[in-house]
């Protein structure tokens, strides 16, 4: 028997080096950016963020981190990426970019082949224990995406490709927490901080409410942010209201337009704003992703930090839901529709003959600068082609440049945007390179491009009244 258990022992150690080792390492953690950028507006579909490289023709800097080998070996790399022209072009997209790893640059193009998310193998490296640098080198400036990055010791390993699947998979390797952390117990959470969510946030804690403010992107303002660059506009001080819209001025921006360059939409003047108030908590970068209920009520919302991964519990009595999109209603169970009624359901006589799916889409707004030379700018020809007649001979682009009305704003948002974008490099790629008369475009180059889409509509939460035609046209 005694010889029997030493044999077991020998059995383990002999076979345990044979257990493969790995990393996942999550993009959007990368410790240096670089030129990347963390898009998070699709995230509740693929359960993460991404990093882009939204460098609008020009190649981006590279996108650094600090990662450490459990053990010496040949480690297999493989990437999760998208090569986004699939849907309207066959064959090789534009997002180019590699990966080096230590001194070792893997020379696998990745995120110009299929036509869905997937992992691709970027190649095999030997590499020893310890620490080294991971590196994601852009070839493009064409919006390449890097979402994960995964490097193990086994050869074919069986990699995760639903929603379901790659959740645990992260959990399992990130070895993240069962249990969220309480970020901190409040009388109100606002979900979303665009201008409804600031607004709501603000009246509630002066009037002494404890409030978290919770936004999923860096800055605040929504539409109006630099991010997006939608003008804030309305009627205010209307009639016997004089109060109306008193609110928004102490944050709105003093100068108004559509796609001007950053600084016209005073992100920090908002952000600045909103910390002056000693009742209100603001969250950036934070989506909130779960909602817990006792019974039909909500009694906190979680959410997850679109860099780190960091989940965190909000707890209160009452929620608003500022999301655009309606997340936290949706999550929690409520009542909801998309798209238009048909004409007999409210006696609406502009409403369609029959109900339909059709929103109002999204806005890719940009616009060019003029230079004191000749720009060059990429041939781009991925599926949408102009001539001189079709082509937009414009320098910007509007909210006008809107898209995707007849997709679903959530579940085809990533190709809505994509598409937004796709027509825009198109277009200036015909205006720079071959229509006859391009004098006026000649010295001129892309000096932004929006890559988050300010989108126009989404679900509709239904609450005790749904407001009909005939309230505005009689006056109801």
């Keep these: 028997m005694k010889h029997r258990y030493i044999l077991l022992l020998v059995a383990i150690i002999t076979f345990s080096p044979l257990l493969a080792k790995d990393i996942l390492v999550e993009a959007e953690s990368f410790e240096q950016k670089g030129g990347w950028a963390v898009d998070q507006q699709f995230m509740d579909l693929m359960g993460s ?84 640098k991971l590196a994601i080198h852009d070839l493009s400036g064409f919006d390449g995406r890097c979402d994960a990055i995964y490097l193990t010791t086994e050869k074919e390993p069986v990699l995760p490709e639903t929603a379901e699947e790659l959740a645990a998979f992260r959990r399992s390797k990130l070895h993240l927490p069962s249990e969220v952390p309480v970020a901190g117990q409040y009388d109100l959470v606002v979900v979303g901080a665009g201008i409804a969510g600031m607004s709501a946030a603000v009246s509630a804690a002066r009037l002494g409410c404890k409030v978290a403010l919770i936004n999923d992107r860096p800055v605040v303002g929504g539409n109006n942010s630099s991010e997006i660059r939608v003008h804030l506009g309305g009627n205010i001080e209307i009639g016997k209201y004089k109060e109306l819209g008193g609110l928004q001025k102490e944050f709105g921006p003093s100068r108004g ?47 997850r930090h679109i860099e780190t991964g960091k989940e965190m519990k909000f707890v209160a009595p009452l929620f608003v ?48 600068t003029e230079t004191d030379k000749p720009a060059a700018f990429p041939d781009f020809n991925y599926g949408v082609t102009f001539d001189d007649r079709t082509c937009e001979k414009v320098t910007l682009g509007e909210w006008t440049w ?36 391009n004098a006026p475009f000649r010295n001129r180059r892309l000096g932004w491009v929006a890559y988050v889409a300010g989108k126009r509509e ?17 006056h109801v």
Aim: hydrophobic letters at 35%; aromatic letters at 10%; glycine letters at 12%.
């Design 49 to 132: 963020p991404y990093l882009i490289a939204h460098g609008m023709g020009t190649p981006v800097a590279d996108a650094v981190t600090e990662i450490t080998i459990p053990e010496a070996g040949t480690y297999h790399v493989y990437v999760r990426t998208y090569n986004w022209t699939s849907p309207w072009h066959r064959g090789e997209g534009p997002g180019k970019f590699v990966l080096r790893i230590g001194n070792k640059k893997l020379n696998t193009v990745l995120g110009t082949k299929g036509s869905a998310w997937m992992w691709q193998s970027a190649g095999s490296v030997k590499l020893r224990a310890g620490k080294t």
């Design 257 to 303: 337009g559509n796609a001007q360059p950053a600084e016209i939409y005073e992100d920090a003047k908002k952000m600045e704003w909103l910390s002056g108030e000693d009742n209100l908590a603001l969250f950036i970068n934070c989506r909130v992703v779960a909602v817990e209920k006792e019974g039909d009520r909500i009694v906190s919302v979680i959410g």
């Design 321 to 368: 839901d500022c999301t655009g999109d309606g997340t936290v209603g949706y999550l929690a169970g409520a009542h909801y529709r998309m798209g238009r009624e048909g004409k007999d359901e409210f006696g609406e006589s502009r409403a369609p003959d029959k109900p339909d799916l059709l929103t109002m889409g999204a806005s890719v707004q940009w616009y060019s």
């Design 402 to 437: 809107e898209t995707g009305m007849n997709k679903h704003q959530i579940y085809d948002f990533e190709q809505v945007r994509d598409y937004g974008m796709l027509v825009i490099y198109a277009n200036w790629s015909y205006l720079k390179n071959r229509l006859k008369d």
């Design 458 to 474: 989404s679900r509709r939460l239904l609450g005790d009244y749904i407001l009909k035609e005939g309230d505005m046209t009689k």
